[in-house]
């Protein structure tokens, strides 16, 4: 039924091994989410008076997959994004739908980021160090972090698949 493989995270690995797969286990876990829906599902808000809806989270994560791993721990000088731009000036940071929008190209987007994280992240030990704001943040904290950010949403994306189709467990 599901076409994206959600590879089971290593159970006896070294540390970077077990990061990198529960983080590849839970991007898989929302793309899975987004499976069979088109465009009018993925943009509908379901669960009131939430307006969150599937495309919006993964825009969002977008965002989060490209800061964390290419702003923060790559220092890539990147122009702002439309979703970073709503952001700071005070919207919802990236879950607002942007315009003309659909699923095919925001996961499109977001399997771009993750691409870019992913080579970005080899060329890191655990260790190595970004800046976050003056301070000292290392890849093993941004992969606790991240992991942490998309079991939280993938929660959401739980709740609003469910609500949309009765469709849960993918």
């Known amino acids: 039924m599901n076409s994206t493989e959600r590879p089971t995270p290593p159970l006896d690995a070294d540390?970077?091994?077990?990061?990198?797969?529960?983080?590849?286990?839970?991007?898989?876990?929302?793309a899975r989410k987004c499976e069979g829906l088109d465009d009018t599902q993925a943009a509908t808000a379901t669960v009131?008076?939430?307006?969150?809806?599937?495309?919006?989270l993964v825009q969002h994560m977008?965002?989060?997959e490209r800061t964390w791993f290419r702003?923060?721990?790559?220092a890539e000088e990147l122009a702002t994004t439309r979703t970073e731009q709503a952001r700071t000036d005070g919207?919802?940071?990236?879950f607002e739908l942007a315009e003309h929008t659909t699923l095919h190209d925001a996961l499109n987007t977001w399997h771009t980021e993750i691409?870019?994280?992913?080579?970005?992240?080899?060329?890191?030990?655990?260790t190595d160090t970004g800046d976050?704001?003056?301070?000292?943040?290392?890849?093993?904290?941004?992969?606790?972090?991240?992991?942490?950010e998309y079991?939280?949403?993938?929660?959401?994306?739980?709740?609003?698949?469910?609500?949309?189709?009765?469709?849960t467990g993918i």
């Open 15 to 30: 540390e970077r091994a077990v990061l990198e797969g529960w983080l590849d286990f839970h991007r898989a876990t929302l």
């Open 48 to 56: 009131p008076p939430s307006e969150l809806t599937l495309t919006g």
């Open 62 to 64: 977008t965002e989060v």
């Open 71 to 74: 702003r923060i721990l790559a």
């Open 91 to 94: 919207t919802d940071g990236g």
């Open 115 to 126: 691409e870019h994280a992913r080579r970005s992240s080899r060329e890191h030990s655990l």
């Open 132 to 148: 976050l704001g003056g301070q000292h943040v290392n890849l093993r904290w941004i992969y606790v972090h991240m992991i942490e």
């Open 151 to 167: 079991a939280r949403h993938n929660g959401h994306a739980d709740l609003l698949r469910e609500r949309l189709d009765g469709t």
